[in-house]
């Protein structure tokens, strides 16, 4: 009878630990990371700290994203009580425009993952704000023998667009 209750609440306890949410195992230093505006086809890169808040050490069995545009890293060492780990999320920058995603941190012994999101919008190079090379053409009117005679000048000028 002993052994039976014992197993009842050794099972008991296994489930409620599995039952955990990853959030009262680990705390992540931000929930969001904004880029900004980065250029396209340039590959940015950025880390999340993972802190193990528990006195039990702490695995990340794997991470990952819904696309192959951003690509987590993470290591496989277990993570001491109060210790931490880094994870790296690359995003590649191929697509313009904005966006929004989510990277997975599933933990051993923890059903539910820890989410996390990248943002930020993906601007053409020649369009970033950074100071860029246009053309522009003018025409001058000079005075000439034949009245309707004009010289077109081209001008080169740096613009900066905001």
Not at 9 to 31: P, T
Not at 67 to 92: D, M, Q, R
Not at 142 to 159: H, L
Request: charged share 20%; proline share 4%.
């Amino acid at each position: 009878m002993k052994k039976l209750l014992f197993l009842a609440v050794a099972f008991v306890a296994g489930l409620s630990a599995m039952a955990q949410k990853a959030d009262d195992v680990i705390k992540v230093s931000a929930d969001k990371y904004d880029f900004g505006k980065i250029k396209q086809g340039v590959p940015v890169t950025t880390f999340f700290t993972i802190t193990n808040t528990t006195d039990k050490p702490v695995v990340i069995e794997n991470a990952w994203a819904g696309c192959g545009c951003t690509t987590p890293e993470f290591s496989k060492e277990p993570i001491a009580p109060g210790g931490t780990s880094k994870l790296k999320v690359g995003y590649n920058a191929a697509s313009m425009g904005h966006f929004d995603k989510v990277v997975n941190i599933k933990l051993a012994g923890v059903n539910e993952p820890k989410v996390v999101t990248i943002t930020g919008e993906v601007v053409d190079a020649n369009a970033s704000g950074l100071a860029t090379a246009a053309t522009t053409e003018t025409k001058v009117s000079t005075p000439a023998a034949d009245a309707n005679a004009k010289t077109v000048t081209k001008v080169k000028t740096k613009t900066k667009k905001s």
